[in-house]
């Protein structure tokens, strides 16, 4: 069984500036690692996934990941945010070896202001 | 191409009723996931099919839960007796291929189902 923890339920931040979101997991199995993002009233895309090789992994609108396997965490980082950023992010693992079943974490909503 | 589909987008129910949510998976699709997300927390696995096989129904929270997809493609998810504890949103996803290992979910916009 696996597990996801994500550490802030909100982060607020002024548009321009960077951001983190942190998640870390628990797994007794080897997982692949994922985030999605959900705007408001539609369904989950996904921004980037850790599959093998490289731990730093670059997604879709500028956001980018590094996986940390001896701390278990997957932060999620883009260096500038903007207004359109605003939405949920959700941190996911699957195993390796099952049917591709999603576990997700609680989600971090981003709050960008002007 | 069309992406996933679920309908209602919306449904209000009475406590005590039943309700059908469709999903209507990308085309050629054979694993196919329903996920509940209830308000303010992740979305949360209820099942899973491979083809016209439910492999997986291990998340269905009661008995009052049951999925099916007959023919391979699109799916149901019936809710018997609805309770309050049920309103939530119900997302299906859909991917292309059966084998373990990587395939990636493509989600569509879920039914938010309210029970009064």
């Known amino acids: 069984a696996q597990s996801v923890t994500q550490l802030d339920s909100q982060v607020p931040v002024f548009e321009e500036a960077p951001v983190e979101l942190r998640c870390n997991y628990s797994s007794s199995v080897s997982v692949y690692l994922f985030w999605y993002v959900q705007y408001p009233n539609q369904g989950l895309q996904l921004l980037l996934k850790?599959?093998?090789?490289?731990?730093l992994v670059k997604g879709i609108n500028g956001f980018e990941a590094e996986f940390n396997k001896s701390q278990t965490s997957f932060h999620l980082r883009k260096p500038s945010v903007h207004i359109s950023d605003t939405a949920e992010y959700f941190c996911a693992v699957s195993d390796v070896a099952g049917y591709s079943t999603l576990t997700f974490g609680k989600g971090t909503m981003l709050l960008v202001s002007p | 191409g069309a992406g996933v589909s679920q309908s209602p987008r919306y449904k209000v129910a009475k406590r005590g009723q039943d309700v059908a949510l469709r999903c209507d998976p990308i085309s050629g699709h054979v694993s196919l996931f329903w996920y509940q997300q209830a308000l303010g927390q992740g979305p949360e696995f209820l099942t899973y099919?491979?083809?016209?096989?439910?492999?997986?129904k291990s998340g269905l929270p009661s008995d009052r839960f049951f999925a099916e997809r007959p023919e391979g493609s699109v799916s149901t998810l019936k809710i018997q007796r609805t309770q309050q504890e049920d309103s939530a949103v119900y997302l299906c996803?859909?991917?292309?291929?059966?084998?373990?290992?990587?395939?990636?979910?493509?989600f569509g916009p879920g039914t938010r189902l309210t029970v009064l």
């Open positions: 850790y599959l093998s090789g490289s731990t």
């Open positions: 996803a859909s991917s292309l291929a059966r084998a373990s290992g990587y395939n990636e979910q493509f």
């Open positions: 099919f491979q083809n016209e096989a439910q492999l997986d």
